[in-house]
């Protein structure tokens, strides 16, 4: 069946670091990839997506390519502040399934001073 | 626009007891559906509508009920709660795919259930 895959966490690292937030999923056919980011006592909110192979979504200087050969859609940030702090969800969903989303485990991400 | 309103924001229930979650939207979205959140499994899907009058199960629908009388209103029942169900609720709400796009989901802000 279709799965979603996420680097386990938390991820810790210092502001102004590089984060990547790795994401593989298992699926026939082409879904369109998320990222939903969830800050402390929040829903979710959607950072980016990608319907198609070869897209990139982008959004506050978060970057994620669909990358159709390798079935991943891997999360980057090339300088992150405490702000970011909060837990990622890579998920998938596809055109005809009425909206349903198939989320990943979550990673959470602490970004310390 | 309020966007997709939930209550409560924190229940706790004895064992069989039950319940309903209340869950809102002022957008006129078409697509609403319920997911639980439960550490390191993600949000899981549980009950989903397209529409008025129209409801399908999700991944994990037992213990759970619902019904869309309205666009705006998406109640989950709980008809006899259990331990299992101790989790972080979240309802969403989109468009549907009538035109073909992909629309984004909005998400409540969550009622956290702990049942005892």
């Known amino acids: 069946g279709n799965s979603v895959t996420q680097m386990e966490g938390p991820v810790t690292l210092s502001e102004e670091a590089f984060l990547t937030i790795n994401c593989t999923y298992t699926a026939t056919g082409y879904p369109s990839l998320f990222w939903y980011v969830q800050y402390p006592g929040e829903g979710l909110q959607l950072l980016l997506k990608a319907t198609k192979a070869d897209d990139k979504g982008s959004n506050k200087g978060f970057e994620a390519t669909y990358r159709k050969e390798t079935t991943s859609f891997h999360l980057e940030k090339g300088s992150v502040q405490v702000s970011d702090s909060a837990v990622y969800f890579c998920a998938l969903r596809w055109t005809d399934s009425w909206g349903k989303l198939q989320f990943g485990a979550g990673t959470q991400v602490v970004v310390t001073p | ?116």
């Not at chain 2, 706790?12 to 697509?31: F, I, P, R, W």
């Not at chain 2, 899981?44 to 009388?69: C, F, K, M």
């Open chain 2, 1 to 116: 626009n309020a966007g997709v309103t939930q209550t409560p924001k924190f229940q706790v229930l004895k064992t069989g007891q039950s319940m309903t979650l209340q869950c809102a939207q002022d957008m006129n979205h078409e697509y609403m559906s319920w997911y639980r959140q439960d550490p390191g499994m993600g949000l899981r899907l549980i009950h989903y509508s397209v529409g008025a009058g129209i409801t399908d199960q999700g991944e994990v629908p037992n213990g759970y009920n619902v019904s869309r009388s309205t666009t705006e209103d998406f109640p989950l029942r709980l008809l006899s709660a259990a331990p299992s169900q101790t989790s972080v609720y979240f309802c969403a709400s989109s468009y549907s795919r009538t035109s073909g796009r992909i629309y984004e989901q909005y998400f409540g802000p969550g009622t956290r259930l702990t049942v005892t």
